[in-house]
């Protein structure tokens, strides 16, 4: 898929490997629990759309990890794909921000990871379909030679059709009343190849999206994805250059009660989002 091949928040990136995670400015909401849905008739609106988000942005790990560097599980330089515990590992977390989107990424197979992560988060996200912050994003995480490819693709993609017909209005915001959500959530990361100032990254993710609202046709559901991304490093830090998205591996859904739209929309808005570190 070329540079501007994103997925965006309302569809669907397995890898070993692990992540640690706190939240940075998240604020306390009502928890909520993800239904048993039944079979749907069509893909969620990201894959509707077509986008691939790159990567994801966001992630500034307070938890160091530490774990023993004799351990055979841990993973290490030169072998990408080795199975790992989840047990949190590498170096600290970045400390340094371009708006929202983490920066500081060591110069390594870690940091590659995390920015990958980082990066899908802040593609999947709802901002995505708001033009202004939209091109934020991008500029943030892509690489100069290829954003203003990027953002003449994405523009053409979230098309003033394809946004009405996501029930928002052309700058992006949901009907009042409702809540729109779009949040990726990366489940793990494992680094595919690695040349030093190159790597290709897999991201396994899982979506939330739809509309949170009494009167929505639109409810929130869940999709699985995997995002490869291919990085770069330029400027100091992991741009992207590329990715591309397939479906799943995706799990059976569960037995938890599906739950109203006013608890979702009280739970993606109470509830931060992470910062990744791998």
């Given at each position: 898929?070329?540079?501007?091949?994103?997925h965006d928040s309302f569809g669907g990136v397995g890898g070993?490997?692990?992540?640690?995670?706190?939240?940075?400015?998240?604020?306390?909401?009502?928890?909520?629990?993800?239904?048993?849905?039944?079979?749907?008739?069509?893909?969620?609106?990201?894959?509707?759309?077509?986008?691939?988000?790159?990567?994801?942005?966001?992630?500034?790990?307070?938890?160091?990890?530490?774990?023993?560097?004799?351990?055979?599980?841990?993973?290490?330089?030169?072998?990408?794909?080795?199975?790992?515990?989840?047990?949190?590992?590498?170096?600290?977390?970045?400390?340094?921000?371009?708006?929202?989107?983490?920066?500081?990424?060591?110069?390594?197979?870690?940091?590659?990871?995390?920015?990958?992560?980082?990066?899908?988060?802040?593609?999947?996200?709802?901002?995505?379909?708001?033009?202004?912050?939209?091109?934020?994003?991008?500029?943030?995480?892509?690489?100069?030679?290829?954003?203003?490819?990027?953002?003449?693709?994405?523009?053409?993609?979230?098309?003033?059709?394809?946004?009405?017909?996501?029930?928002?209005?052309?700058?992006?915001?949901?009907?009042?009343?409702?809540?729109?959500?779009?949040?990726?959530?990366?489940?793990?990361?494992?680094?595919?190849?690695?040349?030093?100032?190159?790597?290709?990254?897999?991201?396994?993710?899982?979506?939330?999206?739809?509309?949170?609202?009494?009167?929505?046709?639109?409810?929130?559901?869940?999709?699985?994805?995997?995002?490869?991304?291919?990085?770069?490093?330029?400027?100091?830090?992991?741009?992207?250059?590329?990715?591309?998205?397939?479906?799943?591996?995706?799990?059976?859904?569960?037995?938890?009660?599906?739950?109203?739209?006013?608890?979702?929309?009280?739970?993606?808005?109470?509830?931060?989002?992470?910062?990744?570190?791998?």
């Open positions: 898929m070329s540079p501007g091949d994103e070993s490997g692990q992540t640690r995670t706190r939240l940075p400015e998240g604020n306390s909401g009502d928890v909520y629990g993800a239904g048993r849905r039944p079979a749907r008739s069509s893909r969620s609106l990201a894959t509707v759309v077509g986008v691939v988000v790159l990567l994801v942005g966001a992630i500034a790990l307070a938890n160091r990890g530490g774990g023993d560097p004799s351990d055979p599980s841990a993973p290490r330089s030169g072998t990408p794909g080795r199975a790992a515990s989840t047990a949190a590992t590498g170096v600290p977390p970045v400390t340094g921000r371009n708006g929202t989107i983490p920066t500081g990424h060591a110069r390594d197979e870690q940091g590659a990871q995390s920015a990958a992560t980082n990066y899908a988060v802040a593609l999947g996200s709802a901002a995505m379909f708001r033009p202004a912050s939209r091109h934020d994003i991008v500029r943030a995480v892509y690489a100069p030679a290829v954003v203003e490819s990027v953002l003449r693709k994405l523009d053409d993609t979230y098309s003033t059709a394809l946004v009405k017909s996501a029930g928002l209005d052309a700058n992006g915001a949901a009907p009042t009343g409702t809540t729109l959500v779009s949040r990726t959530v990366p489940v793990g990361a494992k680094v595919r190849e690695y040349a030093g100032d190159s790597a290709t990254v897999e991201v396994w993710c899982t979506n939330l999206g739809g509309l949170a609202g009494a009167d929505s046709t639109r409810p929130v559901t869940s999709t699985w994805f995997t995002i490869t991304e291919k990085l770069t490093w330029v400027e100091g830090d992991w741009r992207l250059e590329s990715s591309s998205q397939s479906d799943g591996p995706t799990p059976v859904n569960g037995d938890n009660r599906a739950s109203t739209a006013d608890e979702i929309a009280e739970a993606v808005e109470g509830y931060g989002g992470f910062t990744y570190a791998r």
